[in-house]
């Protein structure tokens, strides 16, 4: 691990996990298999993704672990990946969110077909909403949802990178700070 970041926890089969990585300084995503019957137990490590990140710092993995999103900071996007066996760490990715200016943390709603991201460098959550539940191709937000006031932004941004929102979270009911997303789709 390079300067370890935002982590996402996948249950896996027959007693086991895996914690995904964002590793900013080594610009990849590893992967570490735990046994939870022998303590967690690393049972294997490996890279998983790296190619064209950089500062990956912001992971998740869709409901039915079909999908990965990973925010790419200095990329200014969101790269997602299909999670399949054999996936080379050289692999491009399958799909590409735009029109972010400095992405961080990210959720995808219980249907899987949702990702929420939230943009460090602006005041808002952006909503992005798979085609026929495939995230492929290039993608823009279907929307953009204001979370915090002008004068709160204006006084956390130190750079063009900071004063919005850096983590997220949603609820069962597809909630964002108790906001129906029905609204927005």
């Not at 046994?35 to 990956?56: C, W």
């Not at 992405?103 to 909503?127: E, I, K, Q, T």
């Not at 953009?144 to 004068?151: A, K, L, R, T």
Request: proline content about 6%.
């Amino acid at each position: 691990l390079q300067r370890p970041g935002s982590l996402a926890l996948v249950q896996a089969d027959a007693g086991r996990c895996e914690i995904l990585v964002c590793n900013n300084s080594g610009h990849n995503i590893t992967r570490h298999v735990l046994d939870r019957a022998a303590g967690y137990a690393t049972l294997a490590g490996e890279v998983l993704l790296e190619k064209r990140l950089d500062i990956p710092d912001g992971i998740a993995v869709c409901p039915d672990r079909r999908w990965i999103a990973v925010s790419n900071h200095n990329g200014h996007c969101v790269m997602l990946y299909e999670n399949l066996p054999g996936r080379s760490p050289q692999a491009d990715p399958d799909g590409l969110l735009r029109g972010l200016h400095a992405p961080h943390g990210l959720r995808f709603g219980a249907d899987g077909r949702s990702l929420f991201v939230a943009d460090a460098g602006a005041p808002y959550v952006h909503l992005y909403l798979a085609d026929a539940r495939h995230w492929r191709g290039i993608q823009y937000p279907a929307a953009s949802i204001g979370v915090i006031d002008p004068e709160a932004f204006a006084r956390g941004r130190y750079n063009a990178r900071e004063g919005g929102p850096k983590g997220i979270d949603v609820d069962g009911d597809a909630k964002l700070f108790g906001q129906e997303m029905q609204d927005y789709v």
